[in-house]
């Protein structure tokens, strides 16, 4: 259904949405989004910048047992 709708059909629909919400409540709501996938991102990435961390911490701890071992 969604695979017909074509560039003048979501002009029209982009129309519509402007007519029955106008222009500032559109605009606030697209900052929200854009606010909200930012804040996805950051968290994204502060997720892998802990895992990274932790498997460094690992690395490094096996590093060191293996030094005591051989003093």
Do not use: C, Q
């Not at 990435?45 to 293996?66: F, L, P, Q, R, S």
């Amino acid at each position: 259904m969604l695979n017909n709708i074509g560039i003048p059909g979501l002009l029209l629909i982009a129309v519509v949405v402007l007519v029955l919400f106008g222009r500032g409540k559109v605009s606030g709501l697209m900052g929200e989004v854009g606010k909200g996938i930012t804040a996805f991102k950051k968290g994204v990435n502060d997720g892998t910048k802990e895992i990274e961390d932790e498997t460094a911490e690992a690395a490094k701890d096996v590093t060191e047992t293996v030094e005591k071992d051989k003093v």
